[in-house]
T-cell receptor
Framework: GQQVQQSPASLVLQEGENAELQCNFSTSLNSMQWFYQRPGGSLVSLFY???GTKHSGRLTSTTVIKERRSSLHISSSQTTDSGTYLCALEREGNTGKLIFGLGTTLQVQP | EAAVTQSPRNKVAVTGGKVTLSCNQTNNHNNMYWYRQDTGHGLRLIHYSYGAGSTEKGDIPDGYKASRPSQENFSLILELATPSQTSVYFC???????????FGPGTRLTVL
């Protein structure tokens, strides 16, 4: 089965609303990374966060290893936040190989 | 900011033809990776490398070969392309274990 599960699969917000994206994993990990991808675009790294909480502007990432989950919080969403958010984990004991979730597609309406 | 470039950006190939996708990174990273992205499957690892001269099989290596002739360059080779290999291919690099990975812009490959 899917080792990395993301929820929700899609989300529609009005500009200014907050969003909470979830990533749950069924295996031990070395690291967790969050990416942003525009349709047809490349992956932009948002956070490298193996544990704890990290902040970057309106974004916050929290990884709780014991609970096997990571979340990405977007505050005061903007239309430019629209796109797909992917989480990826590097399995514990592995060698840099990432396992990706299927992503959350976010649409922020004006 | 890590710099990873890919060429070509778009490619149309015929079934049975040979296709080579190239990746270059200028960050002196040891590890490089090739992924493909398909709807419903997400990104999946095809081949990876720990350094010049090394290649390792990822999760879906069948039908693909890889070559790492130098620290900077990592190629993905489709000897006999098939329509099922139509996809978007991403190259990535990283310093090593448990470090952030940096992705290239992607190559859209269509096999007719």
């Amino acid at each position: 089965g899917q080792q990395v599960q993301q929820s929700p699969a899609s989300l529609v917000l009005q500009e200014g609303e907050n969003a909470e994206l979830q990533c749950n994993f069924s295996t031990s990990l070395n690291s967790m990374q969050w990416f942003y991808q525009r349709p047809g675009g490349s992956l932009v790294s948002l956070f490298y966060n193996p544990s704890g909480t990290k902040h970057s502007g309106r974004l916050t990432s929290t990884t709780v290893i014991k609970e096997r989950r990571s979340s990405l919080h977007i505050s005061s969403s903007q239309t430019t936040d629209s796109g797909t958010y992917l989480c990826a984990l590097e399995r514990e004991g592995n060698t840099g190989k990432l396992i990706f979730g299927l992503g959350t597609t976010l649409q922020v309406q004006p | 900011e890590a710099a990873v470039t890919q060429s070509p950006r778009n490619k149309v190939a015929v079934t049975g033809g040979k296709v080579t996708l190239s990746c270059n990174q200028t960050n002196n990273h040891n590890n490089m990776y090739w992924y493909r992205q398909d709807t419903g499957h997400g990104l999946r690892l095809i081949h990876y490398s720990y350094g010049a001269g090394s290649t390792e099989k990822g999760d879906i290596p069948d039908g693909y070969k890889a070559s790492r002739p130098s620290q900077e360059n990592f190629s993905l080779i489709l000897e006999l392309a098939t329509p099922s290999q139509t996809s978007v291919y991403f190259c990535a690099s990283g310093p090593g274990l448990a470090y952030e990975q940096y992705f290239g812009p992607g190559t859209r490959l269509t096999v007719l």
